[in-house]
């Protein structure tokens, strides 16, 4: 198993008070030429849900509950707001660590999942010299605790419906071009997704189920993943479907994307549709999923990916959506 004296759980970030919101939509998108107009919408959707995201106190959560299961100090640092990985790596230099594990929750490829965390450990370890090494664990789409986990809260979700449903699995769109190249074999963004809302699925008895993306944004004239999970709904009202359980499967906290998403905007659609809705609950701190991150922490240490990996989709500027994958 890897040679670790710490855990360090890296994640989006998120603002905590009204007046943080736009600063931390900034952060997002800087250098990437986002018109202002579209960080002001997006303000908006933060502002109804009260000025803050809860994915900040979802992670101090996963955190105490991992502290629990692994014998480590365990460590958090974000991409986009506090606290930041860089303070994150100071702290931990001065408390004398050498080489922590590093768990992003994010499950899958791509490149803002993958490749981007890589970047923020490149420019922590550049930013605080003789910081500890960081070292990325391996994606989890796939691990048996998560597959648990999300089988459990999709299982939550069909006994509060009642009755039969159909599954739609969620995840965060992005453009073609980033998903294509995601991965030595191309599109592993997809199709990872598509092989973890397969094995959830069969997990619950479950025949059939679909793939939808949601929390699309950038210029319209850019092709993203689609069917949007709004216009999907529209597609199963016409074919004569009554009930619908929405699973996201690309998300392991229940952060603002997932509250705004698909309980306000998705819930809001089916209830013009006439749908009965029900939306599962994230990985979160379930237990499985918590004894996951154990495991992964105890596994030989994860071969680097190559440095091809995951690139930034060229000539696409993605837009933002609140983005806290």
Not at 57 to 84: C, M, S, T
Not at 119 to 130: L, N, S
Not at 161 to 172: C, K, P, Q, S, Y
């Amino acid at each position: 198993m890897g040679n670790y004296d710490a855990v360090v759980v890296l994640s989006f970030g998120g603002p905590e008070r009204p007046e943080d919101v736009l600063p931390f939509l900034e952060n997002v998108v800087r250098g990437r030429g986002v018109p202002r107009e579209r960080l002001l919408e997006v303000e908006a959707h933060y502002q109804a849900m009260g000025g803050a995201s809860p994915i900040n106190d979802q992670n101090r959560a996963l955190i105490a509950e991992l502290e629990k299961v692994v014998d480590l100090p365990v460590y958090w640092g974000n991409r986009n707001w506090h606290p930041f990985l860089e303070e994150t790596v100071a702290r931990m230099k001065a408390d004398g660590i050498k080489r922590a594990a590093a768990f992003a929750t994010a499950a899958t490829a791509s490149y803002s999942s993958c490749r981007q965390y890589r970047e923020d450990i490149a420019r922590a370890a550049a930013a605080v010299p003789g910081g500890p090494e960081l070292i990325k664990m391996r994606h989890f789409y796939d691990h048996p605790g998560f597959v648990a986990a999300m089988a459990d809260r999709t299982r939550a979700a069909l006994d509060e419906i009642g009755g039969e449903a159909r599954l739609v699995f969620t995840a965060h769109s992005i453009p073609v071009s980033m998903a294509v190249s995601a991965g030595p074999q191309g599109n592993a963004y997809e199709r990872q997704l598509r092989e973890a809302s397969a094995l959830v699925a069969a997990e619950v008895g479950a025949a059939d189920f679909d793939l939808v993306w949601q929390s699309r944004s950038g210029p319209p004239q850019i092709p993203w993943l689609e069917p949007d999970v709004c216009d999907h709904l529209e597609t199963l009202h016409a074919k004569g479907v009554e009930s619908v359980v929405l699973v996201p499967i690309g998300f392991v906290s229940d952060h603002m994307e997932v509250l705004y998403d698909l309980d306000v905007e998705a819930r809001d659609r089916a209830a013009e549709l006439g749908l009965r809705l029900a939306r599962a609950g994230t990985a979160g701190t379930h237990p499985r999923f918590v004894e996951m991150i154990r495991d992964l922490v105890n596994e030989p240490e994860p071969t680097a990916c190559p440095v091809t990996c995951c690139p930034a989709p060229s000539r696409v500027r993605p837009g933002v959506g609140g983005g806290e994958s």
